[in-house]
């Protein structure tokens, strides 16, 4: 059974820093994309971050350009967001999406979410 355990949200002062974690716990995958997303009040969900499978071509949504940094650790099945000076408009629930691939057929999954807020 594949489980997506996320930590490392929290409270923190504007231009502070977190580190999110997602560590994706099972057997029988290989991994592919990996993503991070989020979603504010009254908000749609949107994609922040990602890492490729393979070669891991990474992509940043233009609000997080040189603030956040993704990575990802194979041997541990993980993947990260460093998040650097974060604003207050960074404040939301943060998703880690991992797409894997079985024998047999392949699925995506999400984390249960861990909460960002940045207070002013």
């Known amino acids: 059974q594949v489980q997506l355990v996320e930590s490392g949200g929290g409270l923190v002062q504007a231009g502070g820093s977190l580190r999110l974690s997602c560590v994706v716990s099972g057997s029988g995958f290989s991994i592919g994309f990996q993503g991070w997303y989020r979603q504010a009040p009254g908000k749609q969900r949107e994609l922040v971050a990602s890492?490729?499978?393979?070669?891991?071509?990474?992509y940043y949504a233009d609000f997080v350009k040189g603030r956040f940094t993704i990575s990802r650790d194979n041997a541990e099945n993980a993947v990260y967001l460093q998040m650097n000076g974060l604003e207050p408009e960074d404040t939301a629930v943060y998703y880690c999406?991992?797409?894997?691939?079985?024998?047999?057929?392949?699925?995506?999954?999400w984390g249960q979410g861990t909460q960002v807020t940045v207070s002013s």
């Open positions: 999406y991992v797409h894997l691939r079985f024998q047999a057929f392949t699925d995506s999954y």
């Open positions: 890492i490729a499978g393979g070669a891991g071509a990474i």
